[in-house]
């Protein structure tokens, strides 16, 4: 027979809310449901009583937490339950903390979360009813006790009388009586026993309960355990004695810490991606200025060797200026790698879900690059690269999957031994697939936790370091793009973490550019609001083309309605007062045969603005920071229009 159920759903979906009721139905219940998806509606919904709620993660004006606040104020013992199945992990997480009982981020457990929450809200009807019993008559004191779910310890005169099966369990005590007749101060840790000292003797003064207290108690095998208490005066054997409820938190700890890092990380990624973005102008200045120094160093240099066959004296300028131009090879080599890592945290950031051909190798490779300073002083790192195809997928969505399994294979191994120990990063194909595997020499997952790995919150990791949330993360991203995650460990033999996802056969390579003969000149606009970069670009292309410099996009229309030729414009994509998107809408209403002429230059490229910028201009869109060889490389397509083609 199905069962009963009162179920009120917040949800702005209907069919997400159908889904829901069909999966109930489906573990045998029986719903008189009621759907609402505004504040108002709640709030008249909770003149009723239900038996759970069920709130989704996405409720335009109304999110989880608001929601599950407003049912926590109403109806304290009505459980509720955050179903987050297409994502909302760090609503999920706000969700928990203004009071909801239960996440599932999966439908199938939507059934067995019900029934544990159904159960513990019956637990907690008894447990109020034993509460009540025990104020109605002391001679039902001691049976309600055993009702109890939280541990209880009665005692008089500083020494434990009594205590229920709860409390013993919860101390470390093989049986309720071995509790008593201990002194309950050795109870408590010794920072808080002042605190319990205080306690008893407000309860000596006042018959009211006291309020509700975070302490720290110990085991008998002398462990300590964060507990919440609550007591009060009571009579036990006709004599005044205290009542003391003691409720386990040390999870509910744990997952307040875990909670506050997820949103410190936040913070720290915000940063970051600022930083990234932030590096680029003067980045891509740095690079133009030395590659220009390079080149007229070079030129010197030659001369100075041509010039060296007559006077002696130029042999040794000539070699010194052999040693700049490696110097400035260094400088060019270590501001790639910061153009390289800004690029990686700026991908990395990025909220985007648009699909892309993605190459697994410079997504492995970036992730290695942002957790080198996790892997270094720990294991050598190892590639095993095979050609392979390309997947279709979120950029900084797989970038988040594969840094979080590389940083998560560095966590387990210990700092001092990095020549014993090795990180192995492998790609291959795999039939219809690419196969990417993480491979660790560390410490390893026991075998209970492995099928407990992927689920949210879990993580064997102390407090501070993990989450609990990357690998559910990331499984529910890899899933989403049709492949998944699989695992293999044993203690002491390390981890294998494989990623499997469809690979996508047959992709047309990019068209490498042609350059044009190098008697071919442009006259090129740059425009940029950051003066030097301008003057960098400027003085290292002044060789090979005509470039002129403006700051604002207005200067830069003004000399394009002047009738100012130019074979190309580069335009920075987010100037003040006149954006350089603005700047290209005008030219394309206005001098249409201009607009194939531009290329928008971005930090952000792949942002919502930039995003649907792209999808309907006809111009470029180049991200940076940019270097030289991008100017040369698209300039030289578009010289490449007007130089004739030859031959028979």
């Not at 997480?93 to 929450?117: K, M, Y």
């Not at 190459?359 to 590639?383: F, G, N, T, Y």
């Not at 919150?457 to 993360?473: D, N």
Request: proline fraction near 4%; aromatic fraction near 4%.
């Amino acid at each position: 027979m199905s069962r009963p159920l009162r179920l009120l759903l917040v949800d702005d979906s209907e069919s997400d809310a159908a889904a829901l009721v069909r999966e109930v139905r489906r573990g045998g219940y029986d719903p008189t449901f009621w759907r609402v998806d505004t504040h108002e509606d709640l709030e008249r919904a909770l003149d009723d009583a239900w038996d759970v709620v069920l709130c989704g993660v996405g409720v335009q004006g109304l999110g989880a937490p608001a929601a599950v606040a407003i049912v926590h104020a109403r109806q304290a013992d009505t459980p509720s339950i955050v179903v987050s199945v297409g994502g909302g992990g760090e609503s999920a997480a706000a969700a928990l903390r203004s009071g909801a009982r239960n996440f599932v981020d999966d439908i199938s457990r939507l059934v067995p979360a019900i029934e544990r929450e159904l159960r513990d809200s019956e637990m907690r009807i008894k447990h109020a009813l034993a509460e009540s019993t025990l104020r109605a008559t002391e001679a039902s004191f001691r049976a309600a006790f055993e009702l109890i779910p939280d541990g209880v310890l009665v005692y008089r005169d500083g020494v434990v009388a009594h205590s229920n099966g709860s409390a013993a369990a919860l101390l470390g005590a093989a049986q309720p009586e071995n509790l008593v007749g201990r002194p309950v101060l050795n109870l408590f840790a010794p920072p808080d026993r002042e605190a319990v000292l205080a306690r008893m003797e407000e309860l000596h003064r006042s018959s009211t309960p006291s309020r509700l207290a975070e302490l720290t108690m110990v085991r008998l095998d002398g462990s300590p355990i964060h507990v919440e208490t609550t007591a009060m005066a009571v009579l036990f054997d006709g004599r005044p004695a205290v009542l003391t409820v003691i409720r386990d938190v040390s999870a509910r700890r744990e997952l307040v810490a875990r909670t506050m890092h997820v949103d410190r990380m936040l913070a720290v990624g915000t940063l970051a991606a600022g930083v990234g973005h932030e590096i680029n102008n003067p980045l891509a200045y740095v690079l133009a200025n030395v590659a220009y120094a390079t080149g007229e160093i070079t030129l010197v240099r030659q001369q100075l060797e041509k010039l060296a066959l007559r006077e002696a004296s130029a042999a040794g300028l000539a070699a010194a200026l052999s040693n700049v131009v490696d110097v400035l090879a260094e400088i060019d080599e270590g501001a790639g790698r910061i153009r390289d890592i800004a690029r990686d945290l700026n991908t990395l950031a990025r909220n985007d879900e648009e699909l892309q051909l993605v190459d697994l190798r410079s997504a492995a490779d970036s992730a290695l690059r942002m957790a080198a300073p996790e892997i270094r002083q720990k294991a050598r790192v190892v590639k095993n690269y095979s050609e392979v195809p390309p997947v279709r997928a979120s950029a900084s969505r797989v970038s988040q999957v594969l840094l979080n399994l590389v940083v998560n294979a560095a966590h387990a191994i210990a700092k001092g031994a990095h020549d014993a120990n090795e990180i192995t990063v492998s790609i291959r194909s795999g039939g219809a697939n690419v196969v990417v595997e993480v491979k660790d020499t560390g410490c390893g997952i026991a075998p209970e936790d492995i099928e407990r790995v992927f689920t949210p919150f879990f993580t064997t990791k102390p407090v501070g370091q993990g989450t609990g949330l990357g690998l559910s993360i990331s499984k529910r991203i890899v899933r989403s793009l049709g492949g998944d995650i699989e695992v293999e460990s044993a203690l002491g033999r390390g981890t294998t973490m494989r990623v499997v996802l469809p690979a996508v056969r047959n992709a047309r390579p990019r068209d490498a550019p042609s350059r044009p003969p190098a008697s071919a000149r442009g006259r090129l606009l740059f425009v940029d609001d950051e003066r030097l970069l301008g003057a960098a670009f400027q003085r290292a292309l002044s060789h090979e083309h005509d470039v002129v410099v403006v700051e604002t996009a207005a200067e830069a229309l003004e000399r394009l309605k002047g009738g100012e030729w130019f074979d190309a414009v580069f335009c920075d994509f987010d100037m003040p007062t006149m954006t350089g998107a603005d700047l290209y809408r005008i030219i394309e209403r206005t001098m249409p045969e201009w607009a194939e002429r531009f290329v928008l230059v971005t930090g952000e490229g792949h942002d919502a603005a930039a995003r649907e910028f792209k999808e309907t201009a006809k111009a470029r869109i180049l991200e940076k920071p940019l270097d030289i060889d991008q100017v040369r490389d698209v300039l030289a397509q578009m010289l490449a229009r007007k130089v004739p083609e030859t031959g028979s």
